[in-house]
């Protein structure tokens, strides 16, 4: 058997993560509905109106989540993505919606979300037009904060298009202040490292200060190979922004495309586990008015989801890969530990793993009591170091274990990073 262990494994510590936005928001990673995925840009409200960008659109999905469990499982962000304004800004400078698409405005539609106990979030762009061709905020940094504070906004989204890549960082900060200047909590959630990954390695602990979240990557694809190609990226640059992640600011791989057309139930199980994993944001992009029973499941799964939210607030990483199989860990509250191992083979059928082979099995001296959250749930019972279980895993698929040692790990729960990048050696467990 060939294995891959990475020096990130659960004997050595993580230090804290760097002081976070002083916002109060974001202590665990945000849960919420985001259009951008699955509805783009469509504007023509004329010959598609049940899935153009319009207060309708926001209104009925706020609908479903109050009334189909939605926001109890932790969705509470109901957000607008890119192409709502009108193409010009009022008399006075300030951002308006597109008149015949959003007719009541933002106001009231906030107020609307707000009646079903959700929250708004909207989008902006620091340069000079958003992604798009929208108006941007570039200039209007503290007029743009000041709108979406007056129309009672909760979250910014606030893209990077058309800014000089050296002025990014400074107009991520200037928002930042900007929107803290106006009194109102809004979750900021920024897209700096990713318009600066090109030309330089970003400054996690600056970007933490000023974000609640932050994208690194490409945009999400309906698409395994998508995801995939996040995963990867994630992990080869885990030594650097792991530690940045915890309560107030995440990193952020993007939405969720559970419950569209691309990915097949295995694999939306595995971006389930792995966002789960990596304390990523969990922002659905699909349409909840009509989503198969199945994906609405595994969305809504309260074990899942309560490994995204666990109080510890450490995000997970990978800890090795095995043969054709990559083990990731996330250290939990409790001295729990999560686990997904995922089966990268994407042909032949499921494919035996042996516990053993996991690098944090070994806080199960002297047992441990194991539950299989994913493909099925599972109690596993009391397990030993020795224990010569196996998991079952389909090809693309992912199972997802929790771990409780039966001893007192306090001084161990928590993982510290080695002063040096993560080096990958070779070992037989």
């Not at 004329?46 to 009334?67: F, G, H, T, W």
């Not at 989204?157 to 002025?167: A, I, Q, S």
């Not at 792991?242 to 990915?263: C, E, K, R, S, Y």
Request: contains cysteine; hydrophobic residues 40%; negative net charge.
């Amino acid at each position: 058997m060939y294995i891959v262990v990475f020096t990130l494994t659960l004997v050595v510590l993580i230090s804290p993560a760097a002081d976070a936005l002083d916002n109060g928001l974001a202590l665990t990673p945000t849960m919420g509905w985001l259009h951008w995925e699955r509805f783009l840009c469509n504007t023509d409200c004329d010959s598609d109106p049940d899935n153009c960008i319009s207060e309708r659109l926001y209104m009925q999905m706020a609908d479903v989540m109050a009334k189909e469990g939605w926001k109890e499982a932790g969705y509470e962000y109901v957000c607008i993505d890119d192409c709502w304004p009108s193409h010009q800004r009022d008399a006075r400078g300030r951002l308006q919606a597109d008149a015949k698409r959003f007719p009541g405005g933002i106001k009231k539609l906030a107020d609307y979300v707000h009646s079903k106990g959700l929250k708004l979030g909207i989008y902006a762009d620091v340069g000079k037009s958003t992604c798009a061709g929208y108006p941007g905020s570039l200039g209007y940094y503290e007029t743009d904060a000041q709108t979406f504070a007056d129309w009672d906004v909760d979250l910014l989204k606030f893209d990077g298009c058309n800014m000089d890549w050296t002025l990014v960082g400074e107009g991520y900060v200037n928002m930042s202040k900007a929107l803290n200047k106006t009194g109102r909590s809004i979750l900021y959630s920024c897209e700096w490292p990713l318009y600066e990954w090109p030309f330089k390695k970003p400054n996690y602990t600056a970007i933490r200060d000023a974000c609640n979240h932050w994208r690194n990557f490409n945009d999400v694809f309906d698409s395994w190979s998508s995801v995939k190609s996040i995963l990867d990226w994630t992990a080869s640059h885990q030594d650097l922004i792991v530690p940045a992640a915890g309560p107030g600011g995440w990193n952020d791989p993007d939405m969720l495309v559970i419950g569209n057309f691309g990915l097949s139930h295995a694999q939306q199980e595995s971006q389930m586990a792995l966002w789960a994993i990596m304390a990523a944001p969990l922002l659905v992009s699909n349409d909840l008015r009509d989503i198969c029973p199945c994906s609405k499941e595994l969305l809504q799964n309260r074990h899942i989801i309560d490994i995204s939210q666990d109080a510890l607030g450490r995000q997970g990483y990978r800890t090795a890969m095995v043969d054709t199989f990559e083990v990731w860990e996330r250290p939990l509250s409790k001295n729990r530990l999560a686990i997904a191992v995922i089966n990268t083979l994407e042909l032949g059928g499921p494919r035996r793993f042996f516990i053993q082979a996991i690098p944090g099995w070994k806080i199960c001296e002297p047992h441990c009591n194991v539950t299989q959250i994913l493909p099925q749930y599972q109690e596993m019972g009391v397990q030993t170091p020795h224990s010569k279980i196996h998991l079952t895993v389909n090809p693309s698929g992912t199972a997802l274990l929790t771990v409780t040692p039966t001893r007192d790990l306090t001084g161990f729960r928590e993982v510290q990073w080695e002063d040096t990048p993560a080096r990958r050696k070779h070992s037989a467990l």
